[in-house]
């Protein structure tokens, strides 16, 4: 079964149907067929984030994140010190880029730690640092 990375971009698109990559999520989704998903506390803390301004949609986010944490096809790396801290040191070492904190403590460290080489999200900032993003239009 083929592992992939997704991000908050992914979450958010799933969740929300009017999202405007709420289509092309779903499909790359299911063009992967069968997979197994990592992510992590800070995506999920990112997508909560982005999704607290309405009652609904903090509603369905804190469903989908508790959905999240019960999948058996979905592994959720914890926050640490260590990871926050590694995420500092590379987001320091990139101060060319434009990448957020959560993308250099969660997604650059993890996939690289993982070995991913595939990531569920539209943000280009990873096809940057050599990884494959699977939501395009």
């Known amino acids: 079964m083929k592992t992939v990375f997704a991000d908050s971009h992914y979450w958010i ?7 405007s990559w709420a ?20 995506v999920l803390t990112e997508f909560l984030a982005a999704l607290s301004k309405s009652e609904h949609m903090r509603k369905q986010a804190a469903k989908m994140v508790r959905a999240i944490l019960e999948n058996p096809n979905v592994k959720v790396i914890p926050q640490t010190r260590e990871s926050f801290l ?9 101060s060319d880029k434009e ?8 997604t650059m460290n993890v996939m690289k ?17 050599g990884f494959t993003v699977l939501i395009k239009k």
Request: net charge negative.
């Open 99 to 106: 990448y957020s904190m959560t993308d250099c403590i969660s």
């Open 23 to 42: 289509k092309i999520a779903k499909a790359a989704r299911a063009s992967l067929g069968e997979i197994f998903i990592v992510t992590t506390d800070e």
């Open 113 to 129: 730690a993982e070995s991913l080489a595939e990531v569920l999200t539209n943000d280009r900032h990873f096809e940057q640092e």
């Open 86 to 94: 590694k995420g500092l040191a590379f987001y320091e070492n990139r």
């Open 13 to 19: 698109a799933r969740v929300n149907p009017n999202d």
